[in-house]
């Protein structure tokens, strides 16, 4: 089994950035596809982005594309979101998650996710 634990999160002002860190102990992160997913208040928890076991493949939701860049250090066993031109309705609690199976959007495919880290953007 996999522990993840997302770091970074926090207030800032519409249009600027934050990095989210998800480390990973228990096992090797290069044995999971990753995920970002988030969850703002009332709202169900959507997918954000994904990506392979090598880096090599990534895919986004429509919303943060080109904003958002998903990323990973295998070898520190860390991932990043790093998040640019933030705005409001970025705020969320905001998930990394692992899976065995390739990547995916769905969130049911993912065993294994953080406790989250709080993500507000103010106007």
């Known amino acids: 089994q996999v522990q993840l634990v997302e770091s970074g999160g926090g207030l800032v002002q519409a249009g600027g950035s934050l990095r989210l860190s998800c480390a990973a102990s228990g096992r090797a992160l290069s044995s999971y596809a990753m995920g970002w997913f988030r969850q703002a208040p009332g709202k169900e928890r959507e997918f954000v982005a994904s990506?392979?076991?090598?880096?090599?493949?990534?895919t986004y939701v429509d919303s943060v594309k080109v904003r958002f860049t998903i990323s990973r250090d295998n070898a520190k066993n860390t991932m990043f979101l790093q998040m640019n031109s933030l705005k409001p309705e970025d705020t969320a609690v905001y998930y990394c998650?692992?899976?065995?199976?390739?990547?995916?959007?769905?969130?049911?495919?993912?065993?294994?996710w953080g406790q989250g880290t709080q993500v507000t953007v103010s106007s």
């Open positions: 998650a692992a899976t065995s199976l390739p990547q995916s959007r769905s969130e049911s495919q993912y065993s294994y």
């Open positions: 990506i392979s076991r090598s880096g090599s493949w990534t």
